[in-house]
Nanobody, 111 residues
Framework: QVQLVESGGGLVQPGGSLRLSCAASVSISSIYLIAWYRQAPGKQRELVAHIIAGGSTNYADSVKGRFTISRDNAKNTVYLQMNNLKPEDTAVYYC?????WGQGTQVTVSS
């Protein structure tokens, strides 16, 4: 079983930045794909970004140019750097790998 623990969420003003972390309980070097999803109140969970073992990345159109996903295999951690945050980015952000989900971290963008 793989445990994923997200951290780094919080309250930020529009235009601000946050960096989310997803720490895995196992070595992530052998995990092909790790992703960040988010779920806003009353909406379905949606893919935000994913990164594969070779380093290739993919982003939702709504976050392209603002968010960056990266992985540090030595620390077994995946990051989501979020810049120029907007109120519509408010959601619970989840890390996903293999078939496991983290518990989520709340991101609120509000003035």
């Amino acid at each position: 079983q793989v445990q994923l623990v997200e951290s780094g969420g919080g309250l930020v003003q529009p235009g601000g930045s946050l960096r989310l972390s997803c720490a895995a309980s196992v070595s992530i070097s052998s995990i092909y794909l790790i992703a960040w999803y988010r779920q806003a109140p009353g909406k379905q969970r949606e893919l935000v970004a994913h990164i594969i073992a070779g380093g290739s990345t993919n982003y939702a159109d709504s976050v392209k140019g603002r968010f960056t996903i990266s992985r540090d295999n030595a620390k077994n951690t995946v990051y989501l750097q979020m810049n120029n945050l907007k109120p519509e980015d408010t959601a619970v952000y989840y890390c996903y790998a293999i078939k496991y989900w983290g518990q989520g971290t709340q991101v609120t963008v509000s003035s």
